[in-house]
C-alpha cells in the first residue's frame, strides 16, 4: 500500500506484481471484529472498511472475490504484505497482517479514510483541487518508480482518494505512460549506441554464473564467435571454438574461475568452421552477490585478429629489415675491405706473350660456372685475375667477396667462411652471417686456399659437392649458389702427397688450372707498368711526372723482382714520393742489397736465410722426434702453422724421418 500526500489530499494505491517474493509470511485464522463496509468489488479482489470499536481505528481489509480464489489472487496479496518493511509510514498504508481462513487470504491494510477513486468517477471537479491530487498521484507514482516497484496495475479500482475525479486519474496514467515511454526510448537508443559501439571496437561482452552455467553474449559476442543470436551460448560451445593448441589452456582457467572468484586476463585463439583463425583478448572480472554468495563474471571479448595480424606483419617486416639490414652492413664491411686494400692496379696492364695466354684462358672460363684455380707467386696479381672472371661472367651484377685463409686465424676460419649462430662460442653474441652468405648468387674468392685447417677443407668440399653448409653452432642446412675461385702460391698437389690438403677437395678446386706467370717471367710489360703507376700516384699526390732516364729504365728491366707486381708497385710510389723534378728516378738501394745479377755457381760468403731455417727446422724436429703438428710437435715449437712447417721441409729437402725415435 502506498500512500502520496498533497495539500488537502491523501491517495492510497494497493500495489500489485511486486518484485520479490517474501517467505515465511506470518499468518492468522482469528476472524476480524466489527462493522464492514464493502468500498469496492472488481470481482477479483473486494475492498472493505472495518470500523472497530473506539479503542481501535479502522482498517482496510482486502480479500480475493471469488469463492475459490486462484492461486494468482492469493499470490497477489502475499506480494502486496511482503512489502510491509519497505514501505515508509509517512508515505503508506502499510499492511498489518495477512490472514489465513481455510485457504482463503485476506489482508489488513492501515486506514487512511478516503473512498474508491472509480466511485468518483464522472462527476465534475475543479481545476485547483485536479491539479492538487494529480500532482499527488504522479510523485507517489514517481517514487514508485525510483524504488524499483512495479506500478503497470495502477487503475481506479485499487486507489483510495478523497474528492477527487476520473480526470485526475487519467493525467496521473498519462503522466505515467508518458514517463514509461521516454524511459523506453532512452534504454533503447542506449542499446543501440552500445550495439554499434561493439560492433566498432570488434568487442563483445559476456556474464556467466559458474554455479548455474548461465551465459549470457550480446550480440557483438555472437558475432565473434559466429553463433546465431537465437541460440544459447554455453561454456561447452567456447570450448569447442577454441583452438586445438589453446583448448586445454582454456579449459584449466574455466575450472580454476570456476574454483576461485578471481579477475582473468586471456588471449587464445579461435578456429572457425572455414578453417579461419581469429585471435580473442577476454578480460573479466568476479562480481560477488551477497544475497546469493554466487560469484558472477561480467566481461569483454576482443577480437584482436586484425591488430595481430599488423603486429605480426610489422615484426615480420622489421626482421626483414633487419636481416637486410645485416647484410648490407656485411656487405659494407666487405666493401669497405675492398676499397682499404691496394690493388695491385685497376685493370690487367701488359701484352706479354704469357699474359695473353693467362687472358685468352680467362676469356674462355669466365662466362661458365666451373671452378677456377689460380696459381702463382705472391705478388702475381691471382685477386686481379679473379675479379676479371667475376666481371666477365653472367655473376657480374652480384657480390664478389674476397677472403685471405692465410690471414684469418684457424680458430676462427671456420666461421668466418660459414657465419655463427648466436652463442656458439664466447663471443657470439649474435648470429653472424658467414662470407658464402654474402657471396650467395656472386663470386666467393679464397686467397691462400692451401692455408685451411683440415677440418675447414672438408666443410668446403660439402659446399663444392652440394652447395650447401651449416653455420658453425647450427643445425640448419643453409643452401647457397656461388662460383668458387681459389688461389695458392702453395704446390698444393705437393701438400697431398705429404698429407696435408685433401686429395678430394684439391681436384674439385682443380677443374680449371691457371697459372700467372712471375714479373721476371715477363720483363716486357714491366715499363707498361711503371708508366702506369707513375701517372696513378703523380695524379694522386699532384705531381706530374713526364718519365724515367733510360738508367732507371734498364735497372728495372734487369731487376728480378721476387716480389712480383706488389713489389714493382711499392717501389714507384716511393720514387713518386721523394721525386723533386718530372723524370722518375729510382735508388738502386730500394731493389736489393745484394748484386742484381750473382755469378752463377758462386756460393755466399756468409749463410743464408735459407741455411739459418734449416738448421733451426731440424733442431725443433730433433726435439720433438719427428712429430710436426700437435701441441708438441716442431710446428708448436717454431710457432708457425703445421702445413706451412711442411711446405717449408718439402721446400728445404729435410727428411724428417731420420728424426723419428725408433
Same mark, same amino acid.
Given at each position: 500500500?502506498?500512500?502520496?500526500?498533497?495539500?488537502?489530499?491523501?491517495?492510497?494505491?494497493?500495489?500489485?506484481?511486486?518484485?520479490? @517474493?517474501?517467505?515465511?509470511?506470518?499468518?492468522?485464522?482469528?476472524?476480524?471484529?466489527?462493522?464492514?463496509?464493502?468500498?469496492?468489488?472488481?470481482?477479483? =479482489? +473486494?475492498?472493505?472498511?472495518?470500523?472497530?470499536?473506539?479503542?481501535?481505528?479502522?482498517?482496510?481489509?482486502?480479500?480475493?472475490?471469488?469463492? #475459490?480464489?486462484?492461486?494468482?489472487?492469493?499470490?497477489?496479496?502475499?506480494?502486496?504484505?511482503?512489502?510491509?518493511?519497505?514501505?515508509?509510514?509517512?508515505?503508506?498504508?502499510?499492511?498489518?497482517?495477512?490472514?489465513?481462513?481455510?485457504?482463503?487470504?485476506?489482508?489488513?491494510?492501515?486506514?487512511?479514510?478516503?473512498?474508491?477513486?472509480?466511485?468518483?468517477?464522472?462527476?465534475?471537479?475543479?481545476?485547483?483541487?485536479?491539479?492538487? +491530487?494529480?500532482?499527488?498521484?504522479?510523485?507517489?507514482?514517481?517514487?514508485?518508480?525510483?524504488?524499483?516497484?512495479?506500478?503497470?496495475?495502477?487503475?481506479?479500482?485499487?486507489?483510495?482518494?478523497?474528492?477527487?475525479?476520473?480526470?485526475?486519474?487519467?493525467?496521473?496514467?498519462?503522466?505515467?505512460?508518458?514517463?514509461? &515511454?521516454?524511459?523506453?526510448?532512452?534504454?533503447?537508443?542506449?542499446?543501440?549506441?552500445?550495439?554499434?559501439?561493439?560492433?566498432?571496437?570488434?568487442?563483445?561482452?559476456?556474464?556467466?554464473?559458474?554455479?548455474?552455467? %548461465?551465459?549470457?553474449?550480446?550480440?557483438?559476442?555472437?558475432?565473434?564467435? &559466429?553463433?546465431?543470436?537465437?541460440?544459447?551460448?554455453?561454456?561447452?560451445?567456447?570450448?569447442?571454438?577454441? #583452438?586445438?593448441?589453446?583448448?586445454?589452456?582454456?579449459?584449466?582457467?574455466?575450472?580454476?574461475?570456476?574454483?576461485?572468484?578471481?579477475?582473468?586476463?586471456?588471449?587464445?585463439?579461435?578456429?572457425?568452421?572455414?578453417?579461419?583463425?581469429?585471435?580473442?583478448? @577476454?578480460?573479466?572480472?568476479?562480481?560477488?552477490?551477497?544475497?546469493?554468495?554466487?560469484?558472477?563474471?561480467?566481461?569483454?571479448?576482443?577480437?584482436?585478429?586484425?591488430?595481430? %595480424?599488423?603486429?605480426?606483419?610489422?615484426?615480420?617486416?622489421?626482421?626483414?629489415?633487419?636481416?637486410?639490414?645485416?647484410?648490407?652492413?656485411?656487405?659494407?664491411?666487405?666493401?669497405?675491405?675492398?676499397?682499404?686494400?691496394?690493388?695491385?692496379?685497376?685493370?690487367?696492364?701488359?701484352?706479354?706473350?704469357?699474359?695473353?695466354? +693467362?687472358?685468352? #684462358?680467362?676469356?674462355?672460363?669466365?662466362?661458365?660456372? *666451373?671452378?677456377?684455380?689460380?696459381?702463382?707467386?705472391?705478388?702475381?696479381?691471382?685477386?686481379?685475375?679473379?675479379?676479371?672472371?667475376?666481371?666477365?661472367?653472367?655473376?657480374?651484377?652480384?657480390?664478389?667477396?674476397?677472403?685471405?685463409?692465410?690471414?684469418?686465424?684457424?680458430?676462427?676460419?671456420?666461421?668466418?667462411?660459414?657465419?655463427?649462430?648466436?652463442?656458439?662460442?664466447?663471443?657470439?653474441?649474435?648470429?653472424?652471417?658467414?662470407?658464402?652468405?654474402?657471396?650467395?648468387?656472386?663470386?666467393?674468392?679464397?686467397?691462400?686456399?692451401?692455408?685451411?685447417?683440415?677440418?675447414?677443407?672438408?666443410?668446403?668440399?660439402?659446399?663444392?659437392?652440394?652447395?650447401? =653448409?651449416?653455420?658453425?653452432?647450427? *643445425?640448419?642446412?643453409?643452401?647457397?649458389?656461388?662460383?668458387?675461385?681459389?688461389?695458392?702460391?702453395?704446390?698444393?698437389?705437393?701438400?697431398?702427397?705429404?698429407?696435408? =690438403?685433401?686429395?678430394?677437395?684439391?681436384?674439385?678446386?682443380?677443374?680449371?688450372?691457371?697459372?700467372?706467370? /712471375?714479373?721476371?717471367?715477363?720483363?716486357?710489360?714491366?715499363?707498361?707498368?711503371?708508366?702506369?703507376?707513375?701517372?696513378?700516384?703523380?695524379?694522386?699526390?699532384?705531381?706530374?711526372?713526364?718519365?724515367? *732516364?733510360?738508367?732507371?729504365?734498364?735497372?728495372?728491366?734487369?731487376?728480378?723482382?721476387?716480389?712480383?707486381?706488389?713489389?714493382?708497385?711499392? @717501389?714507384?710510389?716511393?720514387?713518386?714520393?721523394?721525386?723533386?723534378?718530372?723524370?722518375?728516378?729510382?735508388? %738502386?738501394?730500394?731493389?736489393?742489397?745484394?748484386?742484381?745479377?750473382?755469378?752463377?755457381?758462386?756460393?755466399?760468403?756468409?749463410?743464408?736465410? /735459407?741455411? #739459418?731455417?734449416?738448421? &733451426?727446422?731440424?733442431? /725443433?724436429?730433433?726435439?720433438?722426434?719427428?712429430?710436426?703438428?700437435?701441441?708438441?710437435?716442431?710446428?708448436?715449437?717454431?710457432?708457425?702453422?703445421?702445413?706451412?712447417?711442411?711446405?717449408?721441409?718439402?721446400?728445404?729437402?729435410?727428411?724428417?724421418?731420420?728424426?723419428?725415435?725408433?
Amino acid at each position: 500500500m502506498m500512500r502520496a500526500s498533497g495539500p488537502t489530499d491523501r491517495i492510497l494505491c494497493i500495489l500489485n506484481d511486486v518484485l520479490g @517474493v517474501s517467505t515465511g509470511i506470518p499468518m492468522t485464522t482469528a476472524a476480524p471484529e466489527g462493522k464492514v463496509k464493502v468500498l469496492w468489488d472488481d470481482g477479483e =479482489f +473486494v475492498l472493505s472498511r472495518v470500523r472497530h470499536s473506539a479503542d481501535r481505528g479502522p482498517t482496510l481489509l482486502v480479500r480475493p472475490g471469488a469463492v #475459490h480464489p486462484a492461486a494468482a489472487s492469493n499470490a497477489r496479496l502475499e506480494h502486496a504484505h511482503a512489502l510491509r518493511d519497505d514501505l515508509a509510514a509517512a508515505r503508506a498504508a502499510r499492511p498489518l497482517e495477512l490472514i489465513d481462513r481455510r485457504g482463503e487470504l485476506t489482508l489488513r491494510l492501515e486506514d487512511p479514510g478516503a473512498q474508491v477513486l472509480a466511485t468518483l468517477l464522472g462527476k465534475p471537479w475543479e481545476v485547483g483541487p485536479f491539479l492538487r +491530487v494529480a500532482a499527488g498521484v504522479a510523485g507517489a507514482v514517481s517514487r514508485l518508480h525510483r524504488r524499483g516497484l512495479a506500478y503497470k496495475d495502477v487503475k481506479p479500482s485499487n486507489v483510495l482518494v478523497e474528492g477527487i475525479a476520473l480526470l485526475k486519474l487519467l493525467a496521473s496514467q498519462a503522466a505515467i505512460s508518458l514517463e514509461n &515511454a521516454q524511459l523506453y526510448t532512452d534504454l533503447r537508443e542506449a542499446q543501440a549506441y552500445l550495439a554499434e559501439a561493439q560492433r566498432l571496437s570488434a568487442t563483445g561482452s559476456f556474464g556467466w554464473r559458474p554455479a548455474s552455467g %548461465e551465459v549470457v553474449w550480446s550480440e557483438e559476442t555472437h558475432r565473434i564467435f &559466429a553463433l546465431d543470436p537465437a541460440t544459447k551460448p554455453t561454456v561447452e560451445f567456447a570450448l569447442t571454438r577454441a #583452438h586445438p593448441e589453446d583448448r586445454d589452456r582454456l579449459q584449466a582457467l574455466i575450472g580454476r574461475a570456476a574454483r576461485e572468484a578471481r579477475d582473468w586476463d586471456l588471449e587464445y585463439r579461435l578456429l572457425m568452421p572455414d578453417g579461419a583463425v581469429k585471435h580473442l583478448h @577476454v578480460v573479466a572480472q568476479a562480481v560477488y552477490d551477497a544475497a546469493t554468495r554466487d560469484t558472477e563474471y561480467v566481461g569483454a571479448v576482443m577480437d584482436v585478429t586484425a591488430a595481430k %595480424e599488423s603486429r605480426q606483419a610489422l615484426e615480420k617486416a622489421y626482421a626483414e629489415i633487419q636481416a637486410l639490414k645485416d647484410r648490407l652492413q656485411h656487405e659494407n664491411i666487405v666493401l669497405r675491405e675492398e676499397i682499404d686494400k691496394t690493388s695491385m692496379f685497376e685493370e690487367i696492364v701488359g701484352t706479354s706473350v704469357p699474359l695473353r695466354t +693467362v687472358l685468352s #684462358h680467362v676469356s674462355k672460363v669466365a662466362p661458365t660456372d *666451373s671452378t677456377v684455380l689460380i696459381t702463382g707467386e705472391t705478388g702475381t696479381g691471382k685477386e686481379l685475375v679473379a675479379r676479371a672472371i667475376h666481371k666477365r661472367s653472367p655473376r657480374s651484377s652480384r657480390a664478389f667477396v674476397s677472403v685471405n685463409c692465410a690471414a684469418i686465424p684457424s680458430s676462427l676460419i671456420a666461421s668466418e667462411l660459414f657465419g655463427h649462430e648466436k652463442g656458439a662460442f664466447t663471443g657470439a653474441v649474435q648470429r653472424r652471417h658467414g662470407r658464402f652468405e654474402l657471396a650467395d648468387g656472386g663470386t666467393i674468392f679464397l686467397d691462400e686456399v692451401g692455408e685451411l685447417p683440415a677440418e675447414t677443407q672438408m666443410t668446403l668440399l660439402r659446399v663444392l659437392q652440394e652447395r650447401e =653448409f651449416e653455420r658453425v653452432g647450427g *643445425s640448419v642446412p643453409i643452401r647457397v649458389n656461388v662460383r668458387v675461385i681459389a688461389a695458392t702460391n702453395r704446390d698444393l698437389e705437393a701438400a697431398v702427397a705429404d698429407g696435408t =690438403f685433401r686429395a678430394d677437395l684439391f681436384y674439385r678446386l682443380n677443374v680449371f688450372p691457371l697459372e700467372i706467370p /712471375a714479373l721476371r717471367d715477363r720483363r716486357t710489360d714491366i715499363l707498361l707498368l711503371v708508366e702506369y703507376f707513375t701517372h696513378r700516384y703523380g695524379a694522386r699526390m699532384g705531381k706530374k711526372i713526364r718519365g724515367i *732516364s733510360k738508367e732507371t729504365a734498364n735497372l728495372l728491366q734487369s731487376y728480378d723482382w721476387p716480389g712480383n707486381i706488389r713489389e714493382l708497385q711499392n @717501389v714507384i710510389e716511393r720514387a713518386v714520393i721523394v721525386s723533386d723534378s718530372d723524370s722518375l728516378s729510382i735508388d %738502386e738501394r730500394w731493389l736489393s742489397r745484394r748484386p742484381v745479377s750473382a755469378p752463377k755457381g758462386a756460393g755466399p760468403s756468409v749463410p743464408t736465410l /735459407a741455411t #739459418h731455417e734449416k738448421d &733451426a727446422i731440424e733442431a /725443433a724436429l730433433r726435439e720433438s722426434r719427428g712429430r710436426v703438428s700437435g701441441p708438441f710437435g716442431a710446428a708448436a715449437r717454431l710457432g708457425v702453422r703445421s702445413s706451412t712447417l711442411e711446405s717449408k721441409i718439402k721446400a728445404l729437402k729435410i727428411d724428417k724421418q731420420r728424426f723419428k725415435s725408433p
